[in-house]
């Protein structure tokens, strides 16, 4: 069951193994050692480092062993055997890449080996002869579609290299692969689009000059949400903003397209997202909020064009899940409060069964077995990197499948756990995010690294924080995560509380955080610094513009600085959808608006030290947005440091790159926060 979720979360999707606090759990090729002999590190040559300080090798040392934290994220199931594909870096590996791993707990076997990421890929359906997977170059995000054959570890690209491409699933009978295809702005005749049009495709990957295109879809949110089990309809989630989807229905043979949910002739709106036909092709299985705020999984028959609710007793997000070949069976997750919990239910009667146990922690990465009813699915929290199990729903058998690395000197058993923390903001609003407190051998009242979730329709999660635990337990820094308005997680209202002109609103809980971390008798309201990414990096810019007299310092990382250039500039299959959540750029009012509460056109008021981070080939937020607001800074004499990947997008998947930017990172919170 695949449940869909915005664009400004997929990153964290495909992210398999990597967490929160460490973008770099990646591997592949061999990132080069630090010269011992050298006094300070120097920075790999597809770095560009502006106004860092060099960072001495004495830091290096200290803080290396915080960086190879290496877990595993599961991919897919074999189609016939009791083996599946994961996500993992390999020892000394600079990018996360595909393994096969054959038992519980044997060893993994490396099966791709890229300079660029491999996390996303599924096996041919039948016997599992070859896989298929996606890959693109320099964080570019313009994936394309290969075929690996096992036996002879032959790779062959099946996609076209002028288009973005997505794999959504495979049709019943036989083994052809449906592939989801954008046009990329660097083909446009004026670098952009004005219109979008995503095309859906079936080919053979066995035999990829056949292949038939099924369907144009106007815009650029269209995803597979299952293939009925005679293979003759696909259900579409036309992805409209976070609090509107709908779905549609495709005929293979004749190409017709049919709204679905919400009826067409209605006024209703809301999520409506398929996750899978019903076995005997009556319905579809559905996640929608038509009911309440939540997010619940529900079964629409298609004959009555009524719903029977399944999760409505949960109230909170359903969050992903899967059901087994024969349809008995369904797992669900739902996000309570930022943790993922397990919940399974009768396939048929939709009434919930006794709660698996499982290992503590967030559960991640639902999926059946096809053949045996089995059950994988993985674990992240404090205590270590991702970890994979399965569970036999039967007799509630649990295997661990993989085993977590985590480097010689640090116990990850002795990391602090994340709590839920509250607070009311300026409107009497109550506002969550997590704290993640140091050792109690620290003592006093600790610095605070405010550290804020890009989306804005995202979540701070429980999950592992990787090498932010440095900062912990070396430094003595306490982590808060906020959810401010606008994040997922806690219903469609909450969603909406930032769109449009209310965007500042999500700045002033950062405000209202303040005031309840000067309240603390362990926090110091006289050190805290705040750090984010995307739309986290426009938070922390908005932050340092708002309060700049109450932060030591801020971290933009592929942060927005100007809605108008960013909406001008992001690739043009994002911008209607980014439109919904920040405005229209293109009407005179909310164009003045927006340009009003950009950082860049209040770069004056930042007055406390910057550290900017981007990387060249981001399609989301342009390189430009980080180059305009480090010069624009500067021109104030404000301390600003600059550092760019020629070879990343939208955050740094190379562990070399990855580590240079922690140290870095580590260096200027010395500089700052602890000073």
């Known amino acids: 069951m695949k449940i869909p979720v915005s664009f400004a979360l997929i990153a964290l999707v495909l992210a398999g193994c990597t967490t929160p606090g460490d973008r770099s759990a990646s591997a592949g090729a061999a990132a080069p050692a630090p010269a011992a002999s050298a006094a300070v590190l120097a920075p790999n040559p597809n770095l560009v480092v502006q106004g860092v300080p060099p960072i001495p090798q004495s830091l290096v040392q200290q803080v290396a062993r915080y960086t190879d934290f290496r877990g595993h994220g599961f991919v897919d199931w074999h189609p016939t055997r009791r083996e599946m594909l994961v996500a993992h870096r390999a020892a000394g590996g600079n990018t996360t890449q595909l393994f096969r791993v054959s038992a519980p707990l044997a060893e993994p076997e490396q099966l791709t080996n890229f300079a660029d990421p491999v996390v996303a890929a599924r096996y041919e359906p039948h016997d599992g002869k070859y896989i298929v997977f996606q890959r693109s170059a320099g964080g570019s995000e313009a994936h394309q579609v290969y075929r690996l054959d096992l036996d002879t570890r032959q790779v062959a690209l099946l996609s076209e290299p002028s288009e973005r491409h997505n794999i959504e699933g495979w049709l019943h009978h036989g083994s052809q692969l449906l592939i989801s295809s954008l046009p990329l702005d660097r083909t446009a005749q004026n670098g952009s689009r004005a219109t979008v049009t995503q095309t859906l495709t079936l080919l053979d990957p066995a035999n990829p000059t056949s292949r038939r295109r099924l369907a144009e879809l106007p815009g650029g949110g269209w995803d597979v949400g299952g293939v009925s089990w005679d293979d003759k309809q696909i259900a579409l989630t036309r992805f409209l903003s976070a609090t509107e989807t709908q779905i549609w229905l495709l005929q293979i043979a004749s190409g017709k397209l049919t709204q679905v949910l919400p009826a067409p002739d209605s006024k209703e709106r809301g999520v409506f997202s398929a996750v899978g036909f019903r076995r005997d092709n009556t319905g579809l299985f559905v996640v929608s909020d038509r009911d309440g705020e939540f997010n619940e999984l529900m079964y629409y028959r298609f004959a009555t064009r009524r719903f029977v609710s399944i999760s409505k007793h949960i109230p909170w997000d359903a969050s992903g899940g899967s059901v087994t070949e024969d349809g008995r069976l369904i797992a669900l997750r739902s996000n309570v409060d930022g943790r993922d919990e397990l919940h399974l239910f009768d396939g048929r009667s939709y009434k919930e069964l006794p709660r698996p146990a499982v290992p503590e922690g967030s559960v991640k990465s639902t999926q059946f077995h096809r053949k045996l009813a089995e059950l994988a699915f993985s674990v992240t929290g404090a205590k270590g990197p991702s970890q994979i199990h399965s569970l ?81 337990d070396e430094l003595g820094i306490a982590i808060v995560q906020p959810n401010v308005r606008g994040s997922a997680g806690y219903g469609k209202t909450f969603l909406t509380l930032d769109n449009g002109t209310r965007r500042e609103d999500s700045v002033r809980d950062i405000g209202a955080l303040l005031d ?56 043009s299959y994002r911008r209607d959808l980014r439109r919904v959540e920040y405005g229209d750029e293109r009407e005179p009012a ?34 430009t947005e980080a180059e305009q607001i480090v010069a624009k800074a500067r021109e104030n004499k404000t301390p600003v440091w600059y550092l760019r990947a020629e070879n990343e997008g939208h955050g740094f998947a190379r562990k070399e790159n990855a580590d240079f930017e922690f140290y870095a990172t580590v260096l200027f919170l010395q500089q700052t926060l602890l000073k």
């Open 516 to 571: 309840w971390i000067a309240a603390q008798p362990n926090l110091d309201p006289a050190r805290v610094l705040v750090i984010g990414g995307s739309y986290g990096g426009y938070m922390s810019l908005a932050v340092s513009t708002h309060y700049a007299d109450r932060i030591a310092g801020a971290i933009d990382v592929v942060g927005i600085s100007n809605f108008v250039s960013f909406l001008q500039n992001t690739e």
């Open 590 to 623: 909310m164009r003045e608006f927006l340009l009003k509460i950009s950082p860049l056109t209040n770069a004056q008021r930042i007055t406390k030290p910057l550290f900017v981070v981007q990387g060249r080939n981001d399609p989301r937020v342009p390189y």
């Open 392 to 472: 036999d729903p039967a007799t509630g058998k649990l295997e661990q499948w993989t085993r977590p690395f985590s480097p010689a000197g640090v116990d990850p058993a002795r990391f602090s756990e994340q709590q839920v923390v509250r607070w009311r903001s300026f409107d009497g609003r109550s506002i969550s995010g997590l704290l993640t407190l140091p050792p109690a051998r620290f003592g006093g009242r600790r610095p605070v690294l405010v550290s804020i979730h890009g989306g804005p329709e995202a979540q701070a999660q429980i999950g592992f924080l990787g090498r932010y635990n440095y900062l912990l």
